[in-house]
C-alpha cells in the first residue's frame, strides 16, 4: 500500500473532491508525475477549464513545479487554459480533413457562429477552436462537440450539428 502523506504537497485551491480524485489516481502509481494529465482532466471537469491557480495547486500537491505541470497540459490540447464555453466545437485540421473541406466547414461554422478561433459566443454555450486528427480519417472531415464524434461534415450539416446541439442563429 503507497503511504500518500509522503507523496503529496499542500492543496492550494483543490477542493476535497478533486483531491479525492486524484488520491484514487495516485494509489494506481509509484511516479507522481504519471498522474499529472489525469488531475488535469479532473480539475477541467469540475472547472470547465485550468487556470493558473488551478495549475499551480495541482503542482504543489503532487511535488512537480508548475513548468512540468504546463508542459503537459501545453502538449494535451483538450486541457483548456483559457474559460470555454459549455459546448466546444473543435474542428479536424489534420492533413485528410484538410483535403477534404475543412476549410469550408471552418468558414461555415464561423459565420454560423460569429465567432473567430478561441472565441466564446456572448451567452457562454459555444466555443470554436480548430483541433489535430481525430482518428476517423475514413469519414473525413469531421469535427467534434465536445466528446461527440461528428463524422462526413461539409458546410451544412456542420450548421446542423450545432443547432442540435441548441445553437439558435441570430
Ligand atoms: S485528418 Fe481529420 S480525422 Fe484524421
Redesign the pocket.
Known amino acids: 500500500m503507497i503511504d500518500m502523506r509522503e507523496r503529496v504537497g499542500p492543496v492550494g485551491i483543490l477542493t476535497p473532491e478533486e483531491v479525492e480524485e486524484i488520491n484514487a489516481d495516485l494509489s494506481h502509481y509509484d511516479n507522481n508525475r504519471a498522474v499529472t494529465i489525469e488531475a488535469l482532466k479532473i480539475v477541467q471537469a469540475n472547472r470547465g477549464w485550468v487556470s493558473d491557480e488551478s495549475l499551480q495547486s495541482i503542482a504543489a500537491y503532487l511535488n512537480l513545479s508548475a513548468a512540468e505541470v504546463e508542459g503537459v497540459a501545453t502538449f494535451y490540447n483538450l486541457i483548456f487554459r483559457q474559460p470555454v464555453g459549455k459546448k466546444v466545437v473543435r474542428i479536424?485540421d489534420?492533413?485528410?480533413?484538410w483535403a477534404l473541406g475543412y476549410e469550408k466547414i471552418r468558414d461555415s461554422l464561423k459565420a454560423e457562429l460569429n465567432l473567430e478561433y478561441g472565441q466564446t459566443t456572448q451567452d457562454g454555450e459555444f466555443t470554436l477552436l480548430p483541433g489535430p486528427?481525430?482518428?476517423?480519417?475514413d469519414h473525413?472531415?469531421?469535427l467534434m462537440v465536445n466528446n461527440d464524434l461528428h463524422e462526413d461534415v461539409d458546410e451544412e450539416t456542420a450548421k446542423e450539428i450545432v443547432r442540435k446541439y441548441g445553437y439558435k442563429p441570430q
Open positions: 479536424c489534420s492533413v485528410t480533413c486528427c481525430m482518428g476517423a480519417c473525413a472531415p469531421v
